[in-house]
């Protein structure tokens, strides 16, 4: 999968370096390309913001450099999908991540200040797919530490990424619930010992136990991600 992710902010993906993401690049699974938009520029300034039409407060990033970022990144590409970060956008989940992971081709557009003129979008979908996602309810400063855990929720689910393709499907949201508690030695820690039944080499009784945590902790925590008859 190539990745390009287009910020004023490239030092925020550095870290795209270290970790599994990391050696995913090192082998070729992955084609991560970081650009910085002042390189679309042509001012002496490097201005990537103007103020809002209509007034109110804050800065606006202007068409003009995200329309030849975008121009440029997608250059050569049948449809890339475009993928903008918003407080605005649907709720990214784990069946977002499910659907990017099958493109070819992701980028990744972070805006600041008070986010990007609304045409960008209108002409990004003349390219490709354009997605506008948040990550939750909540407001960042800007797109980048979005698109970063995107990213890796998206890569991670590359055939390849994750060395053991098992500890893909454990995992809290895979199955529509949260995941169960884990523990490893010591069996007594701090006073605490480890739920017995886990150590009595009955798989079928820990499967069951495992299923009924799930249950309970998504009933307690995220009733939201059940159905009425749970
Ligand atoms: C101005 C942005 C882009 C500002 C964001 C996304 C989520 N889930 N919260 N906040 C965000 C994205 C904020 O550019």
Not at 73 to 89: E, I, K, L, Q
Not at 95 to 117: K, P
Request: charged fraction near 25%.
């Amino acid at each position: 999968m190539r990745i390009d992710i287009v910020t004023i902010f490239p030092a925020f993906f550095d870290v795209l370096e270290v970790s599994l993401l990391g050696r995913a690049r090192a082998t070729g699974l992955l084609d991560v390309r970081v650009h910085d938009l002042r390189d679309w520029t042509h001012d002496r300034h490097r201005t990537v913001d103007d103020t809002p039409y209509g007034g109110g407060a804050g800065m606006v990033m202007k068409p003009e450099p995200w329309g030849e970022a975008l121009d440029a990144v997608a250059a050569g590409d049948a449809r890339p999908t475009m993928v903008f970060p918003s407080p605005a956008g649907e709720v990214f989940t784990q069946a977002t991540a499910r659907q990017l992971s099958t493109r070819e081709h992701l980028v990744f557009g972070c805006g600041r200040y008070e986010g990007i003129d609304e045409r960008v979008f209108d002409y990004a979908a003349e390219l490709g797919e354009v997605r506008l996602l948040s990550l939750g309810d909540y407001v960042l400063n800007g797109g980048e530490v979005a698109a970063m855990a995107m990213v890796e929720a998206v890569a991670r689910l590359i055939p390849g990424v994750v060395g053991n393709p098992d500890s893909l499907v454990e995992e809290s949201h895979e199955d529509g619930l949260l995941e169960y508690p884990s523990y490893t030695k010591p069996s007594l820690w701090r006073d605490r010992a480890v739920p017995p039944i886990l150590l009595s080499g009955n798989h079928g009784a820990v499967d069951a136990w495992r299923r009924g945590q799930q249950e309970e902790r998504t009933r307690a925590r995220r009733p939201d991600l059940l159905g009425p008859d749970d």
